[in-house]
Every structure is written in C-alpha cells, then in structure tokens.
C-alpha cells in the first residue's frame, strides 16, 4: 500500500516536471507565428476554462466580495499575467532550453526575498552560498547574450525579471488572504484573462497569418501546462506536501534544457552544461540544514 502510493506521487510530480518543463518548448513553437500578447491571452483564457469546469464539478463556488478579486488581481498581475507576456516575448529570440534555466533560479530569489518579508524564513551560509552560485549560473547563461546587445539583452533581462516575478508572487501569496487553494486558481486565471483581454483586442487584427504548429502549441499551453498542471500541482501538494513538491526546482530546467537540445535542436555548448549544473547546485545547498547551536 505504502509501495503504491508512493508510485502514485511520483507519477503525479514526474507529469507535472513533463507539463511544466515542456512548456517553454511549446511557447518557442507557439511565438514563431504568433504575437505574445496574444499567446498569454488564449492560454490563461483555456486554463481559465479548465479550472473553472474543475470547480464547478466539485460544487465550490467563486468568492463575491470584491476583496477577494482585489487579491486575485495582485496575483494575476504578478503571477500570471506579467511573466506568461515576458517569457513569451523573451523567447522570441532567446532559446527555450536557457530560458528554463534562467526561470530555475525562481526558487533562490523567493529564498531571499523571504528573509525580508516572511517570518522564520531567515538566510544562512548555506543558502547565501546557493544562492551566489545559482546567480553565477544564470550570468554564465546571460553573459553571451548581454554581450551582443540589442534585442537579445532585452529579451534575457525580460526572462529574469518574469522569474522575480514569480518569486514576488510566491510571497504575495503568503500575505495575502486565504482562500481554497483550487478557487484561489481559478479566480487568478480568470482576472488574468481579463487583464489581457483589451490587449489582445488591440493586437489581433496582427495575427492573420498564424501556422498550424504554433496553434497547436498555445492550445497545449493552455490546456496542459496551464489548467491540467494547476490540478495535479494542489493534488500533488495535498497527497505528498510541498517539500515533496521542491523536486521540481531540479527537474523542469532539465526537462527544458533536453526538450530545446534534442526536439527543436538548439544550440549546446559546454557553458550551458556548467551553468545548468552552477544552478541546480545552488539550489541543492540551500537544502542543507542549519545543526542547533549547542548550548
């Protein structure tokens, strides 16, 4: 029984590291014909759609009080929204396999970023030392681009800043009133769509000449790695818990990494493989626990 239900969890986590890490090679496919903007827009409006015939099915009903949209919409914004639009303009010129490198170090920064804002969470040697070593991975990364300037400096600068995002939003969602985990989600994507909504009315009319491959990919994106993740991601954390869960930092930018090298043949070179190890290190010491001082 113990046998099976550990299966179980890890066939859940290793769907979800295949939804989550796979989705950057999907949005390299999806922005080749398609405007960014637009791609956020259909996947956060499927994933929307998802979540809430999830819900419904389940009989949990959305919040009314204009408190609680007040909240989705910070988490929309900074958790949504905002980072979907940069890494998907950023991957316009920017690999998918290094983009899933730069978003591992989302972990670090939340890391530091609760040491200011959320009690008992206070760095030490061993996580300051992740942490210096993961950002030396994700410069490695960077220094070519930032080297050549132009379009491309902007386009990695846009990819960490949509990891800070993420990393705001973990904290956000620390402070910010409680609500079921699974109607939280769904409200977030739904304020999240229409957020973009305007934007893509303004954009559409560009989008007349968009190729089958790259629909196919946003309708994944949205489907996938947006609604059907959601769910595994609250199940996952409500059979194994959220430490069960930290695996992930260390599989998805692998997953992307092969996914870019291997299926849409980007270019490798020894650098990629020292900064993805630099990364996945960093995030490895932060693991390492403080022994009580003797008293």
Not at 206 to 212: A, F
Not at 220 to 246: E, H, K, Q, Y
């Amino acid at each position: 029984m113990i046998r099976s239900t550990a299966l179980l969890n890890w066939t859940l986590l290793l769907v979800l590291v295949a939804l989550w890490g796979t989705s950057f090679m999907a949005t390299a496919i999806a922005v080749d014909t398609v405007d960014p903007v637009a791609v956020v827009f259909y996947r956060l409006a499927l994933g929307a759609v998802v979540l809430s015939l999830f819900v419904y099915a389940r009989g949990e009903p959305l919040p009314l009080a204009w408190r609680s949209w007040a909240g989705f919409l910070v988490m929309a914004i900074a958790g949504n929204a905002l980072p979907f639009f940069l890494i998907s303009w950023g991957q316009q010129t920017i690999d998918s396999g290094v983009a899933g490198m730069i978003m591992a170090i989302m972990p670090l920064l939340t890391m530091v970023f609760a040491h200011y804002y959320v009690d008992g969470e206070t760095l030490n040697r061993y996580k300051l030392i992740g942490f210096t070593l993961g950002i030396t991975g994700v410069v490695l990364l960077l220094g070519p681009v930032f080297e050549g300037g132009g379009r491309e400096f902007w386009s990695g600068l846009a990819i960490f800043t949509a990891a800070t995002c993420y990393a705001v939003n973990t904290i956000l969602i620390k402070r910010l009133p409680r609500f079921s985990p699974m109607v939280g989600a769904c409200g977030v994507l739904i304020m999240a769509s229409l957020i973009m909504f305007p934007l893509w009315l303004i954009t559409a009319p560009e989008n007349t000449d968009i190729s089958r491959n790259s629909m196919v990919a946003v309708i994944w994106l949205g489907i996938a790695p947006t609604g059907i993740a959601t769910i595994v991601l609250f199940w996952v954390i409500d059979r194994a818990g959220p430490t069960f869960l930290s695996t992930i930092n260390y599989l998805i930018p692998v997953v992307a990494f092969l996914c870019g090298a291997w299926l849409l043949a980007e270019p490798v070179s020894w650098l990629h493989f020292v900064a993805l190890a630099a990364i996945l290190g960093g995030i490895g010491i932060t693991r390492i626990r403080m022994k009580p001082a003797l008293r």
